[in-house]
C-alpha cells in the first residue's frame, strides 16, 4: 500500500524558508505514471495547490507562488520536497504531499500523505 | 487562471436525505472536473474524477454530472458518515489546478 509521509519543521519565521520533504514508500516515485504534489490548507479553508513534480524534475508551479516556491526531487531517496521562501503568516497551514494519477485522460490526486502543520511566527 | 465557485458553502441535511452540491467554473472546462470528500483532521480523498467516474472503492451513493461550466455532486441517501467538506478541483489546465472553496456538509 503506497504511503506519503510529511516531515519538516512545525515552525518558521517570518521571512525564513520553509522546508518540508515527503517521504514515498510502498511504491517508487521514479515511475513514469505518476506525478507528485504539494497542496496546502489554511486553518479552517480551502485547498490550495502549490505545485507538482515529475521524477524527471520538471516542475510546474502555482503562479501565486512561483516567485518562491521549489519543488525537488530525490529518487535515490524516494523522496519529493517543498521550500518556500521569505514566508509570513498568511503561509501558516496544514501541507500535503499527494500522488497525482491520469486516469482516462483525465488527473486526480489519488493518494495524500496525512499533513503536516506550519506556524509561521516569531 | 479558472476560478472554482461552489454553493452553498454550508449544507445542513439529514441522514437519508437527497442532496446535492454545485461547483461553477469561470470558463467551460469541459469535464475536468474532480470531487473530493474531507473529513476533520484527514487528507482530502477522491469520490469522483472525470465529472461522473466513481472512484474505486466509493459507494454508488455518490454520483457527479455536468460538463462544461456547471458540475454536480449529489449523495442520495446521506449516511452518518457522509459528513464532511467537500471540494471541487479542475484539472482542466493540468499541470496547473485550482479547488473549490469547500461546502460544508452538516447534520440538521
Known amino acids: 500500500q503506497l504511503q506519503l509521509q510529511e516531515s519538516g519543521p512545525g515552525l518558521v519565521k517570518p521571512s525564513e524558508t520553509l522546508s518540508l520533504t515527503c517521504t514515498v514508500s510502498?511504491?517508487?516515485?521514479?515511475?513514469?505514471?505518476?506525478?507528485w504534489g504539494w497542496i496546502r490548507q489554511p486553518p479552517g479553508k480551502g485547498l490550495e495547490w502549490i505545485g507538482t513534480?515529475?521524477?524527471?524534475?520538471?516542475?510546474y508551479y502555482n503562479p501565486s507562488l512561483k516567485s518562491r516556491v521549489t519543488i525537488s526531487v530525490d529518487t535515490s531517496k524516494n523522496q519529493f520536497s517543498l521550500k518556500l521562501s521569505s514566508v509570513t503568516a498568511a503561509d501558516t497551514a496544514l501541507y500535503y504531499c499527494?500522488?497525482?494519477?491520469?486516469?482516462?485522460?483525465?488527473?486526480?490526486?489519488?493518494?495524500w500523505g496525512q499533513g503536516t502543520l506550519v506556524t509561521v511566527s516569531s | 487562471d479558472i476560478q472554482m465557485t461552489q454553493s452553498p458553502s454550508s449544507l445542513s441535511a439529514s441522514v437519508g436525505d437527497r442532496v446535492t452540491i454545485t461547483c461553477r467554473a469561470s470558463?467551460?472546462?469541459?469535464?475536468?472536473l474532480n470531487w473530493y470528500q474531507q473529513k476533520p483532521g484527514k487528507a482530502p480523498k477522491v469520490l469522483i474524477y472525470?465529472?461522473?467516474s466513481l472512484q474505486s472503492g466509493v459507494p454508488s451513493r455518490f454520483s457527479g454530472s455536468g460538463s462544461g461550466t456547471d458540475f454536480t455532486l449529489t449523495i442520495s441517501s446521506l449516511q452518518p458518515e457522509d459528513f464532511a467538506t467537500y471540494y471541487c478541483q479542475q484539472t482542466y489546465s493540468t499541470p496547473m489546478y485550482t479547488f473549490g472553496q469547500g461546502t460544508k456538509l452538516e447534520i440538521k
Open positions: 513534480i515529475y521524477y524527471s524534475g520538471s516542475t
Open positions: 510502498g511504491g517508487s516515485i521514479s515511475s513514469s505514471f505518476y506525478y
Open positions: 472525470a465529472a461522473s
Open positions: 470558463q467551460s472546462i469541459s469535464s475536468y
Open positions: 499527494a500522488r497525482r494519477i491520469a486516469v482516462a485522460g483525465t488527473t486526480y490526486f489519488d493518494y
